[in-house]
T-cell receptor, first 110, second 115 residues
């Protein structure tokens, strides 16, 4: 079982819709969770991190964490074509190891 | 937010030469830095984890004698690709971990082309 799993996609949503990206992790004791965005040919950039169960909002982005289900998600409201990228979920686990998922490719259709 | 720089951003070299890539955390101290490689349309691949003042920990399959990592200070880590060959051509990305939040911040990457 992989430490962090994401659907590879591709995920396509129309402009203005909500994009929902999902991630599961295997280490139940993990405490820190991150979402990164990577445009083609560029390095990843941090969108947000979340530590506590529940929702954390930052502009059009909302991260949701459910530790009981070992599930973290990212919602993008009012999706824009500029949001088209690969989204990486990452987890800092109890072994002090940082694991990335393989990423979900998102395309926002104008 | 925290900023990580990499230099050079793009390098072309002849086969057999060595290339050094620098990674700096500009506004925070990073006890841990990471080096990744990414081939086109593929996922990030962790090469090694570098802790300040100690030897790097390499992932399975990564040759430590070919990819030399030095992390001499809390703001600087270097990766040297020794005797580079065309198959080493890739996008090399470093990241630095900010201690208070455990967040990794990525450098902009270095695109290496070995002729």
């Amino acid at each position: 079982q992989k430490e962090v799993e994401q659907n590879s996609g591709p995920l396509s949503v129309p402009e203005g819709a909500i994009a929902s990206l999902n991630c599961t992790y295997s280490d139940r004791g993990s405490q820190s969770f991150f979402w990164y965005r990577q445009y083609s040919g560029k390095s990843p950039e941090l969108i947000m991190f979340i530590y506590s169960n529940g929702d954390k909002e930052d502009g059009r982005f909302t991260a949701q964490l459910n530790k009981a289900s070992q599930y973290v998600s990212l919602l993008i409201r009012d999706s824009q074509p500029s949001d088209s990228a690969t989204y990486l979920c990452a987890v800092w686990n109890t072994g002090n190891q940082f694991y990335f998922g393989t990423g979900t490719s998102l395309t926002v259709i104008p | 937010g925290a900023v990580v720089s990499q230099h050079p951003s793009w390098v072309i070299c002849k086969s057999g030469t060595s290339v050094k890539i620098e990674c700096r955390s500009l506004d925070f101290q990073a006890t841990t830095m990471f080096w990744y490689r990414q081939f086109p349309k593929q996922s990030l691949m962790l090469m090694a984890t570098s802790n300040e003042g100690s030897k790097a920990t390499y992932e399975q399959g990564v040759e430590k004698d070919k990819f030399l990592i030095n992390h001499a200070s809390l703001t600087l880590s270097t990766l040297t690709v020794t005797s580079a060959h065309p198959e080493d051509s890739s996008f090399y990305i470093c990241s630095a971990q900010e201690a208070t939040t455990d967040t990794q911040y990525f450098g902009p990457g270095t695109r290496l082309t070995v002729l």
